[in-house]
C-alpha cells in the first residue's frame, strides 16, 4: 500500500515549459507511435491472453496488462504536456547571445574542462546527455552572455567559472 505525503512536505519545482521544434515533433510523434502501433498491439496481447481463461496465473495477461497501464499513462501525460508547450523558434535576433535552444562550448580553465551542450526545455532532457535544462544553474548563468564572457556559475559544490567558446543555434 502507498503511502501518501503530506501537501506540506512536497517540493513542487517550477519547470520552464518551452520547447524546441524538434523535441515538440519527438514528443508528438512518440504520442502517435503509442497511440497507433503500440497500443493496439499490446490491447490484441491481452485479449488473447485473456481468452485462454484462468489469468490468476496467466503470466502473458499480466505482464501485458500491465504494460498496457504504462502505455495508457505516457499518452496521458503527452497529451498533457503538448498542450501546456510553448515551441520556442529560431530568430535571427538570437545570434551571438546564448539564448533557448542554443548549442554552447565553455572552458573552466582551473580543471581543464571542455563541454558542449544544447539548452533546452525539460521535456526534451530524457536520452540526450549533451542537453541541459533551460531551469538549471548552468543554462540560467550563461543566459545572455555572448561569446568571450566569462560566467560564475554556483552551486552545491562550489562557484566555478566558466568562460564561453562558442555559440551555434540549429536553423530551420
Known sequence: ????????????????????????????????????????????????????GDRSENADYHYNKKRLREIDRRIRYLAKCVDNLKVIKYHPNQEGQVKFGAWVEIKNEAKNLQKCFRIVGFEELNGNNDYISMDSPMAKALLDKTVGDEVIVKTKMGDFVWRILKIEYQKP
Not at 520547447?19 to 488473447?48: C, M, N, S, Y
Open 1 to 52: 500500500m502507498r503511502r501518501k505525503i503530506p501537501e506540506s512536505n512536497v517540493i513542487k519545482v517550477k519547470r520552464t515549459q518551452m520547447i524546441t521544434p524538434e523535441g515538440f515533433q519527438k514528443l508528438t510523434d512518440e504520442h502517435e507511435h503509442l497511440w497507433k502501433v503500440e497500443r493496439p498491439d499490446i490491447t490484441a496481447k491481452v485479449t488473447w491472453a485473456a481468452s485462454l
